[in-house]
């Protein structure tokens, strides 16, 4: 297969590209007669082949059709396949795809240079196409568990900010100590409104309060919740578990570990508007209604409303009446209820 014949066999299929039937394999190789061995195997045995002979070639293809897997040659004229595959890796979009070099260099330092620039195996020239095919099942299995848990994880916290929840991961330990790796885009909203800070920066009060309490998380016990408060808003912060995610040493050991943490805000206006609505009070009783719950006298009540205590005593009167209750404790317990119903993370 000559360079002209490689090229038009690319087009050709990248036009049927079907990932539902097979998985797609990019072979880089700057000699044709490799590119049509491999090809001529891979295509036999079911899998959608896409090639590259040179490394800007294989950049440009990986970008496009993001393979399942890269077959790539460590020794090309020009951009060599470890270069190449640094750059792969420093992309996201591409950093995922496992990749088994093709090398005739057997000397350590070179199979060692191939690992090191992101490549999951290799195999020795001249290839064997069923070495290569045995070599590649076991990435690929490894490959779709792991896209497989992150399509999970990622749909279960999208969820999260369907209901208003958001959530970020914080690493601790290693290179990336501190830094918040991921976020909801409700999350990046957030932190940015209550503490103007952005990802990887982890807000200085939420990495102090993951340290102090990361290590004591146990099982059925969640730590101290913490709290931020802009106005009459309120952000909660739940440490919810360690994520699996992290660094690991050459011996197995964890060099960091990587945290989920939930926030949910607390508008004091959502809450008295619910319960306005749940008891058909009017706004200024839901008002006294809420500050009640929250302890406070009808002096104090009085003072943040910029009323009398008289009014505060008359409108708390009317309260009562609604709710069909004698007592403040009874008033203040019903509207509790009503608002760990409709707002579960509400504290009091």
């Given at each position: 297969m000559n360079a002209a014949a490689a090229q038009g066999l690319e087009r050709t299929l990248d036009r049927t590209l079907d990932r539902a039937n097979s998985d797609v394999v990019l072979v880089v190789d700057d000699v044709p007669d490799n590119l049509s061995v491999l090809h001529d195997a891979l295509d036999e045995s079911g899998y959608t082949v896409l090639v590259a002979t040179s490394g800007e070639?294989?950049?440009?293809?990986?970008?496009?059709?993001?393979?399942?897997i890269i077959l790539l040659d460590a020794m090309m004229p020009g951009m060599d396949g470890f270069e190449v595959?640094?750059?792969?890796k420093a992309m996201p979009e591409t950093a995922h795809i496992p990749i088994i070099f093709m090398t005739g260099l057997t000397e350590t330092e070179y199979l060692v240079a191939a690992l090191e620039?992101?490549?999951v195996d290799y195999v020795t020239k001249p290839i064997k196409p069923?070495?290569?095919?045995?070599?590649?099942g076991v990435h690929l299995q490894g490959a779709r568990r792991a896209r497989q848990e992150a399509r999970q994880a990622g749909q279960?916290?999208?969820?999260?900010?369907?209901?208003?929840?958001?959530s970020i991961t914080v690493r601790l330990g290693g290179e990336g100590e501190g830094k918040l790796i991921w976020q909801t885009p409700l999350a990046r909203d957030l932190l940015l409104r209550y503490y103007g800070t952005s990802a990887p920066q982890t807000p200085e009060p939420v990495l102090n309060w993951l340290r102090r309490h990361a290590l004591d998380v146990t099982p059925h016990t969640e730590p101290p919740r913490l709290t931020a408060e802009l106005g009459q808003r309120r952000l909660t912060f739940r440490l919810h578990q360690q994520t699996g995610d992290g660094e690991i040493g050459n011996a197995g050991e964890a060099l960091s570990s990587d945290w989920l943490i939930v926030m949910?805000?607390?508008?004091?206006?959502a809450i008295v508007e619910a319960m306005s609505l749940s008891f058909k009070l009017t706004a200024r009783e839901a008002e006294v209604l809420y500050w009640v719950v929250k302890g406070k006298t009808n002096r104090d009540i009085a003072e943040i409303l910029g009323a009398s205590p008289a009014t505060v005593k008359k409108h708390l009167e009317r309260v009562y009446v609604k709710l069909g209750v004698e007592t403040r404790t009874a008033a203040a317990g019903m509207a509790m209820n009503r608002i760990r119903q409709l707002h579960p993370q509400f504290e009091g």
């Open positions: 070639a294989a950049l440009q293809r990986a970008k496009q059709a993001l393979p399942d595959a640094k750059r792969l620039a992101g490549g069923k070495e290569v095919m045995a070599r590649m279960a916290r999208n969820a999260l900010d369907a209901f208003g929840y958001a949910r805000e607390i508008s004091e206006d």
